[in-house]
């Protein structure tokens, strides 16, 4: 128990005192760093939690701004469908990544894990958020992805149909 009567008991002060000093330690660590580690570290958690907030945007507004539902309900299921739909980009995004890098090194040419923790599945322009869909019952044979495409091989570009690549 953290409180009784509006006011905290012994523990629920030492947990607040406990929380002034990680916050205290923070800002020392910003304001005047030893090195330069933490505030890189942030910076790149800064980084990763923003590139989440560019396909979310476009996920949940279709590049419109607007959210289309007029009742609250309606507004709440269309937010709470964002986060299984971003979930489904990423790993959708994360299985062909993982694929194309094991094609790389199957045909030979050197990927360096370095290089490859840099990799993002956050990127979506190959991704169509506007288009029409249509879906088929079907069941996808277990372990099996489409073909990865052939970078050298002619393709339509964004403009020709209207619609990004997929």
Known sequence: MFGRDGRPTPLGAAFAEWGRIARTE???????PVDDTYPRQMN??????????????DVCHGK?????????DGMENQLG??????NAIVLWTTKYIDATV?????????????????????????????GRYS???????????????????????????GAAPD
């Open 64 to 72: 419109r701004g607007t959210i289309l539902q007029a009742y609250r």
């Open 135 to 161: 879906f088929t019952a079907s069941t996808p044979a277990a372990g099996v992805l489409r073909p990865l495409r052939d970078p050298d091989a002619p393709e339509l570009d964004e403009g020709d149909d």
């Open 26 to 32: 923070h800002l020392l660590r910003v304001v005047d």
């Open 102 to 130: 094991a094609r790389l090194r199957a045909e030979g040419h050197e990927t360096r894990d370095e290089d490859n923790a840099r990799l993002s599945p956050l990127k979506h322009r190959n991704l169509n958020l506007l």
């Open 81 to 86: 469908a964002l986060g299984p739909v971003l």
């Open 44 to 57: 790149r958690q800064l980084t990763v939690q923003e590139s989440r907030h560019k396909p979310a945007r």
